[in-house]
């Protein structure tokens, strides 16, 4: 990349640089995370072939949702810092969004490309309507009137009959289809969610390494000074939250398209906290914990199914035992891993 | 001017020795019965090193918290540069180019040193969401000045290489510098420093005081909260004295040491 310092003429310019990327270097690990990245997307690419069954690419997909679900909760918790319990409102107007819009319930059926923009605009701005007179609350106060709003969209939902039929809800949705290209098949669902989950995870990361994503941090770190520093930290806010709200959206698109069937029993509060697990699971702030903690958490009740009565039971114990013992998470992020072995070397 | 840090910094090309930057007048701020800033009139010039001493609880850190917005005036108005400072939010008064440090350090303590640094350069750039996700060209050349300037500033406080060490884990008198660093990174016109010498050995606050030197020869006026009074009167061109919320006097170093009422102040009245 670029080499900084290279307009430097003063003297202390050349140690400087020749420090700097010495310690770019050992921080890298270049080929560990390249196999690492190579192994892993080879695994997710041959999902539909080495896995038996439809239903178990259908747990996939599942998987994949999530994963979008997880990766969007982390720009708002990870980066940000801000405690949104009422996450899965935003994935809940994402797929009804695509439910209005391509079922006969209101007879619309939108083209697939032009609902998607929509189901990541339109939380995004619930996003903004929530937080503009919200996010000037810290912490736990956050929590409860996000808390709040998620158990209110689900309320809407469940008692709007006209507009969204209520419990009943709205079932029949369109199949997913691109250019006369049907996504009717688990296994071609599978590879349209992989595609979107890796665009998200570029999307994360060029947020996190960005003026922005810096700037979120800089507000999860110390608001006050933040503040102090010239950030204004209201705006960052809001954009931290329609950014996650817009993933969500996403996941929500996904989910709507998939299960060609939306009721608002998908999205309760105990959703938003499965999610807050998956990522606290994976490590805070870090993309493949995020995607780690959601694989092991989906996958995890479908393992367990021969134990069927303990299966929550022990569910429960392992997400306890895992937090006991490795309260970093599974996969914790770059910086808050350092910190650790930093800590254990003095 | 010379320190490549700094190069953004608007004023610093036409500093005029003798021009008005600060103006505070009439300045009050009562928290219920406490009067912690009384009636507070003083002034900076452009290109000065100022110092602001008092015993504790005088109302120093409490001034800082007032021009940087962080607390609203009771009463009294703060003109920096023309700008009524009074109407702003913290982060318009640093974007104005007045900016702060802590003295209880604040930084963001699980970020590198070098994004603290970058954290401060926001201000003075501008790539969005869409700019972040697109990474198109001119986002690209602004971070690579971002990190071009970040490592410039690290360096002109002396802490080039402690880029890629977390905040938290630096020794304290770096991070001090840290903290310095990160404020000078915002590009202001005036630097008010809290307590930069606290907790500093006596070679770090020789250094400290070279430093404040280099930050005003780039055009940066200084203002200082200090209890060493080595490093006061050192630096300091005028000093300030609170005591109780009120200025009981202001001078140079030698006016000052003299002064009866501070001498009280800080020692108590003869009975």
Same mark, same amino acid.
Not at chain 1, 203 to 216: E, K, M, P, V
Not at chain 2, 28 to 40: H, N, P, S, V, Y
């Given at each position: 990349m670029n080499v900084p310092g290279e307009s430097v003429v003063s003297d202390p310019a050349g140690p400087v640089r020749r420090a700097w990327s010495e310690a770019k270097g050992i921080a890298a690990l270049r080929p560990m995370r390249m196999t690492s990245l190579v192994v892993f997307a080879a695994a997710a690419a041959t999902v539909p072939l080495w896995v038996g069954s439809n239903?178990?690419?259908?747990?996939?997909?599942?998987?994949?949702?999530?994963?979008?679900?997880?990766?969007?909760?982390?720009?708002?918790?990870?980066?940000?810092?801000?405690?949104?319990?009422?996450?899965?409102?935003?994935?809940?107007?994402?797929?009804?969004?695509?439910?209005? /819009?391509?079922?006969?319930?209101?007879? /619309?059926?939108?083209?697939?490309?032009?609902i998607l923009p929509l189901c990541a605009l339109v939380p995004a701005i619930f996003g903004i309507l929530l937080g503009t007179p919200t996010l000037r609350l810290r912490g736990d106060y956050l929590a409860i009137v996000t808390l709040g709003f998620g158990e209110i969209v689900r309320l809407f939902i469940n008692n709007l009959d006209r507009l969204t039929n209520g419990p009943k809800g709205i079932a029949n949705l369109d199949t997913v289809s691109i250019a006369g290209f049907k996504f009717g098949s688990?296994?071609?669902?599978?590879?349209?969610?992989?595609?979107?989950?890796?665009?998200?995870?570029?999307?994360?990361?060029? /947020?996190?390494?960005?003026?922005?994503?810096?700037?979120?941090?800089?507000?999860?770190?110390?608001?006050l000074a933040a503040k102090a520093m010239g950030l204004n930290t209201h705006s960052l806010k809001l954009r931290a939250f329609a950014t996650g709200a817009a993933f969500a959206g996403i996941a929500g698109l996904m989910f709507a398209g998939f299960q060609s069937f939306v009721s608002p029993e998908s999205f309760t509060f105990g959703e938003s906290v499965i999610i807050f697990c998956m990522i606290t699971l994976g490590g805070m702030g870090s993309i493949p914990g995020a995607i780690l903690g959601s694989l092991v958490l989906v996958i995890l009740p479908e393992v367990l199914r021969p134990v069927a009565d303990y299966r929550y039971l022990l569910y429960g114990l392992l997400l306890i035992l895992v937090m006991t013992m490795r309260p970093q998470g599974l996969w914790p992020n770059k910086q808050r891993r350092r910190e650790l072995t930093e800590r254990a070397e003095r | 001017m010379s320190g490549p840090a700094l190069a953004?910094?608007?004023?610093?090309?036409?500093?005029?020795?003798?021009?008005?930057?600060?103006?505070?007048?009439?300045?009050?701020?009562?928290?219920?019965?406490l009067q912690a800033i009384c009636e507070l009139s003083y002034q900076v010039f452009r290109g000065e090193i100022v110092a602001v001493i008092g015993p504790n609880g005088a109302g120093k850190t409490t001034l800082y918290n007032l021009l940087t917005a962080t607390y609203r005036p009771t009463g009294g108005t703060m003109v920096f540069d023309g700008h009524d400072l009074g109407r702003l939010s913290p982060h318009e008064v640093t974007e104005l180019g007045l900016v702060r440090t802590f003295q209880n350090i604040r930084l963001f303590p699980n970020m590198t040193a070098l994004d603290n640094v970058k954290v401060g350069r926001y201000c003075r750039t501008d790539a969005g969401l869409f700019g972040a996700l697109t990474r198109l060209r001119g986002t690209r050349r602004e971070e690579r000045e971002i990190e071009e300037q970040a490592m410039e500033t690290l360096a002109f406080v002396g802490i080039a290489h402690r880029a890629d060490e977390l905040a938290k884990s630096l020794p304290y008198g770096d991070q001090k510098l840290l903290e310095i660093a990160r404020a000078l990174s915002t590009g202001p016109r005036m630097i008010l420093l809290d307590e930069p010498a606290a907790g500093l050995n006596s070679g770090e606050s020789a250094?400290?005081?070279?430093?404040?030197?280099?930050?005003?020869?780039?055009?940066?006026?200084?203002?200082?909260?200090?209890?060493?009074?080595?490093?006061?009167?050192?630096?300091?061109?005028?000093?300030?004295?609170?005591?109780?919320?009120?200025?009981?006097?202001?001078?140079?170093?030698?006016?000052?040491?003299?002064?009866?009422?501070?001498?009280?102040?800080?020692?108590?009245?003869?009975?």
């Amino acid at each position: 990349m670029n080499v900084p310092g290279e307009s430097v003429v003063s003297d202390p310019a050349g140690p400087v640089r020749r420090a700097w990327s010495e310690a770019k270097g050992i921080a890298a690990l270049r080929p560990m995370r390249m196999t690492s990245l190579v192994v892993f997307a080879a695994a997710a690419a041959t999902v539909p072939l080495w896995v038996g069954s439809n239903y178990l690419i259908r747990v996939a997909v599942v998987a994949c949702i999530y994963i979008m679900l997880s990766l969007g909760l982390n720009i708002v918790v990870g980066f940000c810092g801000l405690l949104d319990l009422g996450y899965v409102a935003f994935y809940a107007i994402g797929a009804y969004t695509y439910a209005f /819009l391509a079922s006969p319930h209101f007879g /619309l059926h939108l083209p697939w490309l032009v609902i998607l923009p929509l189901c990541a605009l339109v939380p995004a701005i619930f996003g903004i309507l929530l937080g503009t007179p919200t996010l000037r609350l810290r912490g736990d106060y956050l929590a409860i009137v996000t808390l709040g709003f998620g158990e209110i969209v689900r309320l809407f939902i469940n008692n709007l009959d006209r507009l969204t039929n209520g419990p009943k809800g709205i079932a029949n949705l369109d199949t997913v289809s691109i250019a006369g290209f049907k996504f009717g098949s688990p296994t071609r669902y599978y590879y349209l969610a992989l595609v979107f989950v890796a665009l998200m995870v570029v999307a994360i990361r060029r /947020l996190g390494d960005s003026r922005i994503g810096r700037a979120w941090g800089a507000i999860r770190e110390d608001e006050l000074a933040a503040k102090a520093m010239g950030l204004n930290t209201h705006s960052l806010k809001l954009r931290a939250f329609a950014t996650g709200a817009a993933f969500a959206g996403i996941a929500g698109l996904m989910f709507a398209g998939f299960q060609s069937f939306v009721s608002p029993e998908s999205f309760t509060f105990g959703e938003s906290v499965i999610i807050f697990c998956m990522i606290t699971l994976g490590g805070m702030g870090s993309i493949p914990g995020a995607i780690l903690g959601s694989l092991v958490l989906v996958i995890l009740p479908e393992v367990l199914r021969p134990v069927a009565d303990y299966r929550y039971l022990l569910y429960g114990l392992l997400l306890i035992l895992v937090m006991t013992m490795r309260p970093q998470g599974l996969w914790p992020n770059k910086q808050r891993r350092r910190e650790l072995t930093e800590r254990a070397e003095r | 001017m010379s320190g490549p840090a700094l190069a953004t910094t608007a004023a610093a090309a036409g500093a005029q020795p003798d021009h008005l930057l600060l103006d505070v007048r009439g300045l009050t701020k009562r928290f219920g019965g406490l009067q912690a800033i009384c009636e507070l009139s003083y002034q900076v010039f452009r290109g000065e090193i100022v110092a602001v001493i008092g015993p504790n609880g005088a109302g120093k850190t409490t001034l800082y918290n007032l021009l940087t917005a962080t607390y609203r005036p009771t009463g009294g108005t703060m003109v920096f540069d023309g700008h009524d400072l009074g109407r702003l939010s913290p982060h318009e008064v640093t974007e104005l180019g007045l900016v702060r440090t802590f003295q209880n350090i604040r930084l963001f303590p699980n970020m590198t040193a070098l994004d603290n640094v970058k954290v401060g350069r926001y201000c003075r750039t501008d790539a969005g969401l869409f700019g972040a996700l697109t990474r198109l060209r001119g986002t690209r050349r602004e971070e690579r000045e971002i990190e071009e300037q970040a490592m410039e500033t690290l360096a002109f406080v002396g802490i080039a290489h402690r880029a890629d060490e977390l905040a938290k884990s630096l020794p304290y008198g770096d991070q001090k510098l840290l903290e310095i660093a990160r404020a000078l990174s915002t590009g202001p016109r005036m630097i008010l420093l809290d307590e930069p010498a606290a907790g500093l050995n006596s070679g770090e606050s020789a250094e400290l005081v070279e430093l404040v030197r280099k930050i005003r020869s780039d055009g940066v006026t200084v203002v200082l909260i200090e209890h060493d009074m080595k490093v006061v009167m050192g630096l300091a061109e005028r000093i300030v004295v609170l005591d109780h919320g009120m200025m009981i006097c202001q001078g140079t170093p030698a006016e000052v040491r003299c002064d009866q009422r501070v001498i009280d102040a800080y020692l108590g009245k003869a009975v």
